[in-house]
Every structure is written in C-alpha cells, then in structure tokens.
C-alpha cells in the first residue's frame, strides 16, 4: 500500500513561517501522482489548501493563495507546502494526499486515494 508521513507541524507566531514536509512510499505509489494539501480546524469540515501534479501545475484556495506555495521532488517522492504569515487563521491539522495516478490537480477531496496522520500547524496571536 501507500504511505503518507507529513512533518513540519508546529506552534508559530502570527506572521511567521513554517514549512511542511511528505513523503510517500509504498510499492504501488507513482512518482507521478498528484498530490495536495488539506486542513481542518477546531469544528469545522475538512477543507482544500493546495494541489500540484506532477508536472508542476498547482492550485491553491483563495485564502492561502499568495502566502503558502506548494512544491515537490518527484525524484524523493515528497511534496511540500510553504507556508508564510501564518496567521492564527491557519491553525489546524495539515493533511497531505495523494491520488493514485496522473490525474488531474483537483480540489475534491473525495478524489484522493491515500492520506497521511495529520499535522499540527498552530499560529499564535
């Protein structure tokens, strides 16, 4: 099967920066799969951050869009997500994914195939 181990998590102050890390593995994961970034806050759904094929396309929800960048390494099977001015806003749990193959980027949670633990990202007022 396919794992996913995110890392990176952390408490950071308004306005400060981290940068989450996941890596896959497993016999049947294809370096060329899409992969994204999800979170869910205290009480709340479950909601899209960032996606990015392999090719490089990305796309980002409108209230991440111009402070987090999503990238990966296909050669290490790891896809990342920068994050900059956090704000208290982002705390939540970050939840990297991926889709089974080279499917198109997508926010729809539903389509992704394997998903990792979860980590937490708290930003402090």
């Known amino acids: 099967q396919v794992q996913l181990e995110e890392s990176g998590g952390g408490l950071v102050q308004a306005g400060g920066s981290l940068r989450l890390s996941c890596a896959a593995s497993g016999r049947t994961f294809s370096s060329k799969a899409t992969m994204g970034w999800f979170r869910q806050a205290p009480g709340k759904e479950r909601e899209f951050v960032a996606t990015v094929t392999w090719s490089g396309i990305t796309d980002y929800a409108a209230s991440v869009e111009g402070r987090f960048t999503i990238s990966r390494d296909n050669a290490k099977n790891t896809v990342y997500l920068q994050m900059n001015s956090l704000e208290p806003e982002d705390t939540a749990i970050y939840y990297c994914?991926?889709?089974?193959?080279?499917?198109?980027?997508?926010?729809?949670?539903?389509?992704?195939?394997?998903w990792g633990q979860g980590t937490q990202v708290t930003g402090s007022s």
């Open positions: 994914a991926a889709r089974r193959a080279v499917f198109p980027a997508t926010p729809d949670e539903r389509a992704y195939d394997y």
